[in-house]
């Protein structure tokens, strides 16, 4: 639309299905760049894309043209489809239903991008679910602790 302008920086959070240790370091650069591509053809920018073998974080300078649950439909369903032709994982792949967007300032998008560069380093000392948590908790996102990102029961 003509004269409409913004400046969005949103982070997305989302998990593995079970938050199963499925990403392997052999095809997680080639995931990023495929999920990078997802979102560039939907016209938003890329800032950075990381995270462990369990989740990935997405930080993406927002085109509002899409809106933010058919942006992560499409990223989900897309990205599951392509490790599941790929064949990289035994069984069928698939990512834990929701997710978690963060709004970040225009001042604050090298320390999230560099946050989210160091998701390995990061995740040698908290859980992802530890690190979920508090994201939700300065946030300010009233939350059920039962429907956070379970782990596979035993």
């Known amino acids: 639309?003509?004269?409409?302008?913004?400046?969005?920086?949103?982070?997305?959070?989302?998990?593995?299905?079970?938050?199963?240790?499925?990403?392997?370091?052999?095809?997680?650069?080639?995931?990023?760049?495929?999920?990078?591509?997802?979102?560039?053809?939907?016209?938003?920018?890329?800032?950075?894309?990381?995270?462990?073998?369990?989740?990935?974080?997405?930080?993406?300078?927002?085109?509002?043209?899409?809106?933010?649950?058919?942006?992560?439909?499409?990223?989900?369903?897309?990205?599951?489809?392509?490790?599941n032709k790929n064949k990289y994982v035994l069984g069928r792949f698939s990512w834990q239903e929701g997710y978690g967007v963060f709004s970040y300032s225009h001042s604050q998008i090298s320390r999230v991008a560099n946050y989210i560069a160091n998701q390995k380093e990061h995740h040698k000392k908290s859980t992802f679910r530890d690190e979920y948590i508090k994201f939700l908790e300065s946030f300010n996102v009233q939350f059920d602790k039962k429907y956070i990102f379970m782990d596979v029961e035993d």
């Open 1 to 83: 639309m003509a004269n409409t302008y913004s400046q969005v920086y949103l982070h997305f959070v989302f998990a593995v299905q079970n938050r199963l240790s499925l990403i392997d370091p052999a095809w997680e650069v080639a995931l990023h760049k495929y999920i990078s591509g997802i979102a560039e053809n939907n016209g938003h920018k890329v800032l950075e894309i990381n995270g462990t073998e369990n989740h990935i974080h997405l930080f993406v300078g927002y085109n509002g043209n899409q809106s933010v649950p058919e942006l992560m439909k499409d990223v989900k369903r897309s990205s599951s489809l392509w490790i």
